[in-house]
């Protein structure tokens, strides 16, 4: 029987369903288990990976029998894959050092060195190489040795032609998903780059330079700030920042979870701990090895807890509920909290040695109504997010909306303003964002930039950022004199008793990207 076109899975089954008895029983759970394409001829099966180009793999194999040197070259001749074949284990290292190598078949003795110090070589060279071993001498001793060096898989002589396709497989599709999970994981490494913080205000530049500065230490550090400003992205960006970025990354919120599983969600249990215990599970601590763990409400953790979090901060070591080993990690902790943890010292319901031990490198997230002139960003940064694949095109903001925005105090800070502008997207679906649109506590009585400086700006016992307080008001004076101006720079520019080309810069680096003279205010509102 000769089978030349490539067949669905479907259709296999129909086959095999149809020609038991004839040899290709034994295959199709095979397939159904690794999900490949066979194509059958009368020189046995030959894999078709259809998310893998064949093109970009490279395969090494190393191998001292030249019969079998010819057999494999065949076997990959058949499966539609080139392979480079070489006979010791010193010229495999000198292929992988010239050419990348992906999957690396390499017998276990060599007539040099010996096939698991090839793999340990190569490795070196590239962590990422899929090893599979061939052997003639199969033991368990054998395959524990080989997946201790780092081997995938492992392949005992002699084979059949079956075994060794299945085995090719298994490690194609390792190094498939190997690629996808690097390509993923470099995907949100780039979201969490310093360039995707929107903003330019200056408490948003000094959080931007904390982060540049300490992201690449190991220190504890401590994030504060009301909630909905963007602590848990700090966290990530102190993470995707730092040498431990291809590490776990695993976040906890201890409010969210009972304080009767939160131990066991931290450090993990053995089988039989207590009831319900079926099955030893491992802890957030421990499954953040080589990373980074994020405890996120940190001021929710009961004062029990509280001791056993300052014992993994001083030793970098833990026991499972209900075990008796300890467990040693490396494991950078950021913690995060809004409430006020001196406080809750004096309050005795935060331990004082555990506060110590946690604001080692402090930081402060600096609520909305501080960094107000980002506001304009804000908003467009989060309507081109919605207008993205969505079936909307709410474009800007008039400017006595945007008036209305910069002057609202925002209690839920960014993430009240980004559920309101989904809200306007939803609803409006097209257009600009008006006055009209926005909920009755922002859309009260206007304010005169007088008004909003002086409600802006009080001082406290540290005093005020003057910077700061300058740029919100010129930022709101602007606001005020292109909306009086119906957004023509040159009237505006006037109003303001400056140069028409010096009002256009200043909105420019503001994130007002003024076009050409007679636009619409709303078209002032987009990122430049």
């Known amino acids: 029987m000769k089978i030349s076109s490539t067949l669905s899975i479907d259709a296999l089954r129909k086959l095999y369903d149809s020609k038991r008895g004839n040899g290709l029983s034994v295959l199709f759970p095979h397939l159904r288990k690794y999900g490949a394409l066979f194509l059958f001829s009368l020189h046995g099966p030959s894999l078709l990976m259809g998310n893998i180009s064949m093109s970009t793999v490279s395969i090494l194999v190393v191998e001292d029998d030249e019969g079998l040197q010819n057999l494999l070259r065949r076997l990959f001749s058949q499966a539609g894959h080139e392979a480079t074949i070489v006979g010791s284990g010193l010229e495999a290292i000198r292929v992988a050092k010239e050419i990348p190598v992906h999957v690396l078949m390499t017998d276990l003795k060599l007539p040099d060195i010996d096939g698991l110090a090839v793999l340990e070589r190569i490795h070196q060279i590239d962590s990422k190489v899929i090893g599979v071993v061939m052997t003639g001498y199969g ?14 898989d492992f392949l005992t002589k002699p084979f059949d032609n079956e075994v060794f396709t299945i085995t090719i497989n298994r490690a194609l599709e390792a190094y498939r998903r190997r690629q996808s999970t690097l390509s993923s994981r470099k995907s949100v490494r780039d979201r969490y780059q310093m360039e995707q913080i929107v903003g330019s205000s200056e408490p948003i530049r000094q959080v931007l330079e904390f982060v540049t500065k300490v992201a690449d230490h190991g220190s504890t550090v401590l994030i504060q700030g009301e909630s909905g400003t963007g602590k848990e992205l700090v966290a990530r960006m102190l993470h995707f920042n730092s040498a431990r970025k291809d590490r776990p990354l695993i976040p906890v919120n201890c409010g969210a979870i009972p304080e009767n599983l939160l131990e066991s969600e931290l450090f993990g249990h053995e089988k039989g701990a207590f009831t319900g215990a079926v099955q030893t599970r491992i802890g957030r601590f421990e499954s953040a090895h080589g990373g980074t763990i994020f405890l996120d409400e940190i001021g929710e953790l009961s004062l029990g807890l509280q001791v056993k979090l300052l014992r993994v901060l001083q030793e970098r070591s833990f026991e499972r509920v209900g075990g008796t080993k300890t467990i040693d990690v490396d494991v950078r902790v950021v913690a995060a909290t809004n409430q006020d943890l001196e406080e809750a010292v004096r309050q005795k319901r935060f331990r004082e ?39 909307t095109t709410m474009t800007d903001c008039s400017p006595d ?39 009755e506590r922002i859309r009260r009585s206007p304010v005169t930039a007088e008004q909003t400086a002086a409600h802006f700006i009080s001082f406290s016992d540290q005093g005020v950022n003057l910077p700061r307080e300058i740029e919100q008001l010129e930022n709101r004076l602007i606001v005020d004199a292109l909306r009086q101006a119906n957004g023509i720079t040159s009237k505006a520019a006037q109003l303001l008793q400056v140069n028409r080309t010096t009002l256009i810069e200043k909105m420019k680096r503001k994130g007002f990207a003024a076009k050409a003279q007679g636009l619409r205010v709303s078209e002032h509102f987009s990122v430049a």
Not at 139 to 152: E, L, Q, R
Not at 366 to 382: C, K
Not at 422 to 431: K, N, Y
Request: with cysteine; hydrophobic share 40%; net charge positive.
């Open 139 to 152: 033991s368990i001793d054998c395959a524990v040795k080989a997946m201790k060096a780092g081997a995938f």
């Open 401 to 439: 909306a945007m008036a209305r925005l910069m002057e609202y105090h925002w209690p839920g800070n960014i993430r009240e303003l980004e559920n309101m502008v989904e809200r306007f997207a939803v609803l409006s679906r097209s257009g600009t964002i008006e006055v009209s649109d926005l909920p």
């Open 353 to 391: 040695d555990l506060y110590y031990r946690l604001n080692v490198i402090p930081v402060t997230i600096p609520p909305l109504r501080e960094r107000r002139s980002d506001i304009p960003q804000l908003v467009n940064h989060f309507l081109e997010k919605l207008n993205h694949g969505k079936p």
